[in-house]
């Protein structure tokens, strides 16, 4: 038995929420399309996403540890699966769409330059005078216009409410600018299960790793709540902390945080009880959140992380010769732009040097941003 996309539209309305994103109302795509007969809008889009050379590339981009610091760490392409693989398990259970969850998700880091926030904030700065620099909106640049694939336009066409999730994707460390994307409004379910799975994997994944390489230890977490209560849930109580406990304290960590957020979600549907995607997005609250409980706890959490991993020497030493290195990269090709090669020279006539430079950094892996800065300036290299 084949589905047809009108089959798998109807399978939607009987499994999605009022409030849910139904392909079949989607407000479309900037450029017609005739859609295909077995995917549906959201389907499509996230297959083009995983097709791009974007979405390739954060496979040797930094999460925290640099990719050849070791295999095991996460990189950015893993820490998307991972909030994908959370955003469809919420949006599943809350009624809303899993496709266009999946869909913002593997799109949501699409624009981080190499380094992760340290090459941020080094393109933020250098990018100042220039029109600035933030990821979500190189994520919505890349999407919209530097991925060309497609003779008639460019970018990759999504559909507005991909779109709309990308702008509007919103953590601690992300603000949105949805200026054109219905300002007044919130994210709607899809974008704000996004949000709070990004959040709940880094932060998870991040003590992950830093328990991994040695930077923190149990005995530094003797005072984080989450962290004892975590322990004591699976009998752990003294010892080495071996991998396999670890990993079972990690996965308990997510599960709790999971049925935390299914619960407390649950709980403002009912009292909003929004009945349509827009109903929900005029609500002067996100639905999709934490219990005060859990908000509290995840404080302590983040902060203990930004003391002890973020802030760790080994983290900051490597963070200022990131920024060093793209500041370095910046400064050649903008002192002489005929170093940049050939095909990507003739954007500085559309956009402007800098922000052509900048686009090229931004897409470069760390690892392709180190060998530039070695045929750039070690005469021993060949350019």
């Not at 994520?139 to 970018?155: H, K, M």
């Not at 030493?317 to 170093?339: C, D, H, N, S």
Request: proline share 4%; net charge negative.
């Amino acid at each position: 038995m084949i589905f047809s996309r009108e089959q798998l539209e109807a399978i939607e309305d009987k499994f999605l929420a009022p409030y849910g994103s139904h392909s079949k109302y989607s407000r479309g795509r900037l450029h017609r399309e005739d859609e295909p007969p077995y995917r549906t809008i959201y389907q499509r889009d996230r297959d083009r996403i995983l097709h791009t050379t974007a979405f390739r590339r954060l496979e040797y981009k930094t999460q925290v540890f640099i990719n050849y610091e070791g295999d095991y760490y996460r990189t950015r392409l893993t820490h998307t699966l991972e909030v994908a693989q959370i955003g469809r398990t919420l949006a599943r259970v809350l009624g809303a769409s899993e496709d266009l969850t999946e869909t913002i998700c593997l799109a949501h880091d699409l624009g981080h330059p190499p380094f992760g926030h340290s090459g941020e904030t080094a393109m933020a700065r250098l990018m100042k005078e220039y029109g600035g620099f933030e990821h979500n909106k190189q994520s919505f640049r890349i999407v919209t216009e530097l991925e060309r694939r497609y003779p008639d336009f460019p970018g990759l066409n999504l559909s507005w409410e991909v779109l709309e999730g990308i702008v509007k994707h919103e953590t601690e460390y992300d603000r949105a600018d949805a200026r054109d994307f219905n300002p007044d409004l919130r994210g709607h379910m899809e974008a704000q299960i996004a949000n709070v799975a990004d959040e709940l994997a880094y932060t998870a994944h991040d003590l992950d790793d830093g328990l991994r390489s040695g930077m923190i230890n149990e005995e530094m977490l003797e005072s984080i709540e989450l962290w004892q209560v975590m322990r004591e849930s699976i009998g752990w109580r003294t010892g080495s902390l071996d991998d396999l406990t670890r990993h079972r304290i990690i996965r308990r960590l997510i599960g709790t945080e999971v049925d935390d957020l299914v619960e407390t979600s649950e709980q403002r549907l009912r009292e909003s009880n929004p009945s349509s995607v827009e109903d929900l997005q005029r609500l002067p609250y996100n639905v999709v959140t934490f219990s005060e409980k859990m908000h509290r706890s995840n404080r302590q959490l983040k902060d203990f992380l930004y003391t002890r991993l973020y802030r760790h020497y080994r983290v900051v030493r490597m963070a200022v010769k990131a920024e060093t290195l793209i500041g370095q990269l910046f400064e050649a090709y903008r002192k002489e732009p005929t170093v940049l090669p050939g095909h990507i020279q003739p954007r500085i006539q559309e956009i402007g040097l800098e922000r052509t430079i900048c686009d090229y950094i931004a897409g470069m892996t760390d690892r392709y941003a180190i060998e530039e800065s070695q045929k750039l300036f070690d005469p021993a290299t060949l350019p």
